[in-house]
T-cell receptor, first 112, second 112 residues
Framework: NAGVTQTPKFRVLKTGQSMTLLCAQDMNHEYMYWYRQDPGMGLRLIHYSVGEGTTAKGEVPDGYNVSRLKKQNFLLGLESAAPSQTSVYFC???????????FGPGTRLTVT | LAKTTQPISMDSYEGQEVNITCSHNNIATNDYITWYQQFPSQGPRFIIQGYKTKVTNEVASLFIPADRKSSTLSLPRVSLSDTAVYYCLVGISSGSARQLTFGSGTQLTVLP
C-alpha cells in the first residue's frame, strides 16, 4: 500500500497561472480532504469529499476548485494563482468507520 | 466560527508524563475528537480518537469531560523523539453549519 500520495512535491507558479494538484489513495477510503498549512500555522480545510462525485467547501475555499471523479483521486485546482496561496498543501483520506485521517507528504507551492 | 485553542508550546524532560489540552466550546454533537502529531516537513500522523470519557491506546490516552468542551492528550514517559507539534481536530458547530477545524497546535519540546 502506498497510502496517500501527492503530485507534485514542489511547484513554483507565477501570479495568474493555473495548476492542478493530484491526491491519490489506495485504501478505498470514502472521505478525502484538502488542507493548507501556512508557515508556523495550523492546517485549514479547503474542500472535502464524502464520496465519489461529491465535494463540499471547507473553511477557506475561495480561489480553489476540486473534483472527485474517481473514488481514489481528489484533485485541487488553482485557476489563477495569487501570492496569498503560497503554502504547503496536504491531502488526507479516511474510511467511513473511523475518524482517523491518513495524510500525504504534502505539496510545497510558491506563487511569485 | 469559534476556534479550537491549545497552548502554543510546552517543555518537558525525558521520562515525564505530558498533558496537552485543547478547548473546543462549540464541538458538534456527533463529532469525535482526534489528535495528530506532526514533524517538520511531514504530514500529520494520527495518534488517538475519542468521543467521551477516556480512551487509551499503545502510545497515548485521551481524556474527554462530560460536556466535551475540551480534551486532554496524555503522553506517558516522553522521549526526545516525541518532540513535535501536536494538534487536535474537531468538528465545530456554528448555527446549522459544521466545520472541521484543527487546533492552533502545541509545540512540545522534550529535553534530556
Amino acid at each position: 500500500n502506498a497510502g496517500v500520495t501527492q503530485t507534485p512535491k514542489f511547484r513554483v507558479l507565477k501570479t495568474g497561472q493555473s495548476m492542478t494538484l493530484l491526491c491519490a489513495q489506495d485504501m478505498n477510503h470514502e472521505y478525502m480532504y484538502w488542507y493548507r498549512q501556512d508557515p508556523g500555522m495550523g492546517l485549514r480545510l479547503i474542500h472535502y469529499s464524502v464520496g465519489e462525485g461529491t465535494t463540499a467547501k471547507g473553511e477557506v475555499p475561495d480561489g480553489y476548485n476540486v473534483s472527485r471523479l474517481k473514488k481514489q483521486n481528489f484533485l485541487l485546482g488553482l485557476e489563477s494563482a495569487a501570492p496569498s496561496q503560497t503554502s504547503v498543501y496536504f491531502c488526507a483520506s479516511r474510511p467511513t468507520a473511523s475518524y482517523e485521517q491518513y495524510f500525504g507528504p504534502g505539496t510545497r507551492l510558491t506563487v511569485t | 466560527l469559534a476556534k479550537t485553542t491549545q497552548p502554543i508550546s510546552m517543555d518537558s524532560y525525558e521520562g515525564q508524563e505530558v498533558n496537552i489540552t485543547c478547548s473546543h466550546n462549540n464541538i458538534a454533537t456527533n463529532d469525535y475528537i482526534t489528535w495528530y502529531q506532526q514533524f517538520p516537513s511531514q504530514g500529520p500522523r494520527f495518534i488517538i480518537q475519542g468521543y467521551k470519557t477516556k480512551v487509551t491506546n499503545e502510545v497515548a490516552s485521551l481524556f474527554i469531560p462530560a460536556d466535551r468542551k475540551s480534551s486532554t492528550l496524555s503522553l506517558p514517559r516522553v522521549s526526545l523523539s516525541d518532540t513535535a507539534v501536536y494538534y487536535c481536530l474537531v468538528g465545530i458547530s456554528s448555527g446549522s453549519a459544521r466545520q472541521l477545524t484543527f487546533g492552533s497546535g502545541t509545540q512540545l519540546t522534550v529535553l534530556p
